[in-house]
């Protein structure tokens, strides 16, 4: 196997004394899409900022397309497209120049500049709007002239922190099946950051981002397959009456409490649906039963929800 | 989105990604959008260039019969000393808008998006300060020339200066080389803040009096601290150089200090501003 397209070893940074990564370590393959998936505030931003040279590397190692970001960010600056969170247009310049001046800093001009601006401008449905000044844009629109200009210069690697921030859902779509054809068509490798689920579904891998660690990593498929089973979710009736400990004693199985509500895992969970209700009818207020999913997978691997992490802290 | 988003576009990606950014083309690109923005936001173009105008014809007013430079009978009027000052307030206000945009593009997310490209960090600075000081250079000599219109007016009492080329390039040059430095100090404190509040701050306390207190407003003949303040101020030297170049009457300038060492302190000052810019530039600020 060729080396990685992004190889990130043992980095942990820290802002003063809040510890915002520890030792996180993953590898992404050239020509695959990688979804760093955790609630903000869980270090994602703070990695991004690391890959794409903004942040020093304080502790461990990243290299991007061969490229050490700590001794030549310069290099890893021109294989890189870079998708912010928050915008990066200038809102007072049109479309059209807010192109050309990406260009030029990375070194394109002349026709090879106009031909990649008019081929992205139609790819991304903004033909019409070259002459437009990006601050009159909506949303949606001026996050594909974001998008337009990160792939500009054709890079190997894209970064996209929260690319879907202010899409709507058609566009969100579009967004995901361009990603997906870069890959395919040009071996394009892309890192995603996301808190969202649905997105985070159309990752070909993913890691989960938690309080600065990286508490798993995979295959969307494989992450849910570790949760076995299904996921039963049982609200009690009274917040007090120690649900979980009766549940695990009377069935001898592991049993989560949750904001208040008990979390079971379980191969053929519809039976202990059955069991569970017959064992406490007065005790159970609802019961909730699916297939895992990706938040099941981050609440087995954190021991809470996915939002109860959206502080500042990350506490 | 249209459908089909492939083909040749990404058929290319990874070829060009090698390029690497010429230094000059950067400059000049990043230059280029500080003058576009500033045509675009006329009030701003106006606010900066209108409040010298009136002060100068105000204060021209104002001082006309009581002001006598020292050591000369029947030197020049107010308005006529004013002048080099009031140029270079307008170099130092032009200069105060440029560092508010340095913290304008971080706060609207611009300068991420540059920091990210592989453009080396002296350009950045490189085009930020270029740009502002064409802006200072070009309203500089919008206002001298307005200026010599404005007397025909009857507002201001007469005013003369040298109008042959070497002079007109020598103010052309004091111009540019104290809008560089002083774009380049704004930068040093607008780099490390993110509001522009705070900048307002830096602009009362210390812009707007390192101004006051360049031989700009008043000659630099006071008491003795006075004296020492004007002597240490970096811009002393730019208006100083400012006022040999555009004197009329060498006389009337005989007590500044020589044109030699008024270039070597602005060429001196610019340097140590952009010095410290690039290095700040180049750290990564958390």
């Known amino acids: ?315 | 989105m249209p459908p089909c988003l492939c083909a040749s576009v990404v058929k290319r990606a990874g070829l060009m990604s090698q390029h690497t950014p010429k230094m000059s083309l950067a400059v000049w690109s990043l230059t280029k959008r500080e003058l576009v923005r500033f045509v675009r936001q006329r009030s701003r173009a106006i606010g900066a260039f209108l409040q010298p105008v009136i002060f100068w014809v105000l204060f021209g007013a104002g001082f006309s019969g009581s002001f006598s430079m020292q050591g000369t009978e029947g030197g020049p009027s107010y308005a006529e000393f004013f002048l080099p000052g009031i140029a270079a307030m307008i170099v130092m206000f032009t200069s105060i808008f440029s560092a508010i945009s340095v913290i304008q593009d971080r706060n609207e997310g611009f300068l991420q998006g540059v920091l990210v490209s592989p453009v080396s960090r002296t350009s950045i600075v490189l085009g930020k300060l270029c740009g502002g000081t064409l802006l200072a250079v070009l309203q500089g000599l919008l206002f001298l020339g307005l200026a010599a219109s404005l007397q025909f007016t009857g507002l201001v009492d007469h005013v003369e200066w040298n109008l042959s080329v070497t002079g007109v390039l020598g103010t052309v040059a004091f111009l540019a080389l104290m809008g560089f430095g002083l774009c380049g100090l704004g930068y040093i404190f607008a780099w490390r803040l993110d509001s522009i509040q705070g900048f307002h701050a830096i602009m009362s306390v210390l812009l707007f009096p390192m101004w006051l207190l360049s031989g700009a407003f008043f000659p630099a003949d006071g008491s003795g601290w006075l004296r020492w303040i004007i002597a240490i101020n970096p811009l002393t030297y730019g208006v100083a150089g400012l006022r040999r170049v555009m004197a009329s009457d060498v006389a009337s300038v005989a007590q500044l200090p020589s044109m030699g060492v008024c270039i070597a302190v602005s060429v001196l000052f610019a340097i140590v501003c952009v010095a410290i810019d690039v290095r700040m530039t180049k750290k990564h600020r958390i």
């Open chain 1, 1 to 315: 196997m060729s080396d990685p397209a992004l190889n990130v070893e043992g980095v942990s940074f820290r802002y003063g004394d809040r510890q915002a990564l520890r030792d996180v370590t993953f590898a992404v393959q050239t020509g695959e899409i990688f979804g760093l998936l955790g609630p903000n505030g869980g270090g994602k931003t703070t990695l991004f900022r690391i890959l794409s040279t903004t942040l020093p590397v304080q502790e461990g190692k990243a290299t991007l397309a061969g490229h050490d970001v700590a001794t030549s960010p310069d290099a890893v600056r021109s294989a890189i497209g870079v998708t912010f969170q928050s915008p990066s247009l200038d809102p007072k310049l049109t479309v059209g120049e807010n192109l050309t001046y990406q260009g030029h800093l990375y070194g394109l001009t002349g026709t090879v500049l106009k031909q990649r601006s008019d081929e992205l401008l139609r790819r991304l449905g903004l033909s019409d709007r070259r002459g437009d000044i990006a601050e009159t844009l909506s949303g949606g629109l001026k996050r594909r002239v974001e998008i337009a200009k990160s792939l500009l210069h054709e890079p190997r690697i894209l970064l996209l922190d929260e690319p879907s921030t202010g899409l709507d859902p058609g566009a969100r779509h579009d967004l995901w099946r361009y990603l997906s054809e870069l890959r395919k068509e040009a071996g394009v490798t892309v890192m995603v950051t996301t808190h969202l689920m649905e997105e985070a579904e159309r990752c070909d891998r993913l890691g989960l981002l938690s309080q600065g660690e990286l508490v798993a990593q995979g295959t969307p498929d494989e992450l849910r397959a570790s949760v076995g089973g299904d996921c039963i979710t049982v609200q009690p009736s009274q917040p007090e009456n120690n649900l979980a400990t009766r549940i695990r004693e009377r069935f001898n199985i592991e049993a989560q409490e949750i904001d208040g509500a008990v979390r079971v895992e379980r191969e053929q969970g519809h039976e202990l649906v059955r069991d569970l209700v017959a064992a406490f009818p007065d005790d159970v207020k609802s019961v909730a039963f699916g297939k895992p999913t990706l938040e099941d997978v981050f609440i087995q691997r954190t021991g809470h929800r996915f939002w109860d992490e959206e502080t500042p802290d990350g506490v």
